[in-house]
């Protein structure tokens, strides 16, 4: 069964940095391509990040620069530096896994991230 | 990018059937048979419930289904029940570096 568990969230001043983990079961986090994808309070979802299986990734323009996603095969986990932090940055943080070339068909449970004005 | 097109609210009664559309430019919904659509019920994670315009994935109701003419795809619920109550995201391919999701529409059901 294919799991995934965010964790890494928090409330944090702006400015600050803050990582954000996703642990994966049930496949192999390197050879699918996994993204990050954010649900600001009462507000729609917002595509981040990807990052493909041959190591590819790429940001929306919101967070290019300040944002940063990575994975680790020997734990089988995905992670999201963020940078810089913005109160418009305050989100649920979903990881989700592709399927073919743009669908997401499974996804963590979120980890909420607060900053405050 | 910008956000793709959804309508606010959409609402039917038991039984009935409701399209929400989603629409786009030819650089994304247009361009690409990648439109995907997502079922979310307060306090929970997105659901995939149609890939690749027209695709169930395995154990998402036939009640669902998918269509796209030009920059416009549609999500259309038959049968409709209580429990389809919730919010609806389409998202769309728009090249290799994005992607883009709705607005999100809020399903009603009276």
């Known amino acids: 069964e294919v799991q995934l568990v965010e964790s890494g969230g928090g409330l944090i001043q702006p400015g600050e940095s803050l990582r954000l983990s996703c642990a994966a079961s049930?496949?192999?986090?390197?050879?699918?391509?996994m993204s990050w994808v954010r649900q600001a309070p009462g507000k729609g979802l917002e595509w981040v990040s990807v990052i493909y299986s041959g190591g590819s990734t790429y940001y929306a323009d919101s967070v290019k620069g300040r944002f940063t996603i990575s994975r680790d095969s020997s734990k089988n986990t995905l992670y999201l530096q963020m940078n810089s932090l913005r109160a418009e940055d305050t989100a649920v943080y979903y990881c989700?896994?592709?399927?073919?070339?743009?669908?997401?068909?499974?996804w963590g449970q979120g980890t909420l991230v607060t900053v405050p004005s | 990018q910008s956000a793709l097109t959804q309508p606010a609210s959409v609402s039917g009664s038991p039984g009935q059937s409701i399209t929400i559309s989603c629409t786009g430019t030819?650089?994304?919904?247009?361009?690409?048979?990648?439109v995907s659509w997502y079922q979310q019920h307060p306090g929970t994670a997105p659901k995939l419930i149609i890939y690749a315009v027209t695709n169930r994935p395995s154990g998402v109701s036939n009640r669902f289904s998918g269509s796209k003419s030009g920059n416009t795809a549609s999500l259309t619920i038959s049968g409709l029940q209580a429990a389809d109550e919730a919010d609806y995201y389409c998202?769309?391919?728009?090249?290799?570096?994005?992607?883009?999701f709705g607005g999100g529409t809020k399903l009603t059901v009276l």
């Open positions: 989700a896994r592709g399927l073919d070339i743009a669908a997401f068909d499974s």
């Open positions: 998202s769309s391919f728009t090249g290799i570096s994005t992607r883009v």
């Open positions: 030819s650089s994304d919904v247009g361009a690409y048979n990648y």
């Open positions: 049930g496949f192999i986090v390197s050879s699918d391509y």
